[in-house]
């Protein structure tokens, strides 16, 4: 109950939440971590990035209390096992963090073209099959703010094939 309310007044203090209920339903993410990106999708389930850069950073899925699926496994190794693709253009921005896990990659990603937002995780497996689970409703954090702490992605077509 504490942290509940901790985290209501920080969220009403910064000005970064459109109401404290949908707020706190969109986090995965544990006491003393930051939420650098969460979202909940039409299925109920959370996506969330968290963690602590520049020493640990790890994604998740699922619906709290219960996690499906939490990689890396130890969030002390996420900023080298995660891989950042970011570009830009006139009215359009695009931010991926991405990793592999059992032969099936994830690509969380954020997209703004005109306006518009929209954002989830891309999953492909070795076979080439793709799947989105999209965000359904608010987007909580910002991918981009992890472009300095995480790796250069050079496979990511988003980083043009060069990563600087």
């Known amino acids: 109950m504490r942290r509940r309310l901790e985290t209501v007044l920080a969220c009403l ?8 209920a949908t707020s706190l339903a969109e986090d995965l993410c544990h006491a003393g971590e930051t ?6 999708t039409a299925p109920g389930k959370t996506i969330s990035l968290c963690g602590s850069v520049p020493s640990a950073l790890q994604y998740r899925y699922g ?3 219960k996690v499906e699926l939490a990689f890396p496994p130890d969030a002390n190794d996420g900023l080298r096992q995660l891989g950042y693709a970011h570009y830009t253009r006139y009215q359009a921005e695009r931010t991926e963090v991405g990793f592999s896990r059992a032969g099936v990659d994830y690509a969380v990603f954020d997209y703004t073209e005109v ?8 999953v492909t497996t070795a076979d080439g099959s793709g799947h989105e689970v999209a965000c359904a409703g608010a987007i909580r954090g910002q991918l981009d703010t992890l472009g300095t ?11 043009g094939g060069a990563c600087r």
């Open 115 to 122: 306006g518009q937002r929209t954002a989830g995780v891309h």
């Open 13 to 20: 203090l910064a000005g970064s939440c459109t109401s404290p």
């Open 149 to 159: 702490s995480l790796r250069c992605d050079p496979d990511n077509a988003l980083n």
């Open 63 to 65: 619906r709290a209390p």
């Open 35 to 40: 939420t650098y990106f969460s979202c909940r």
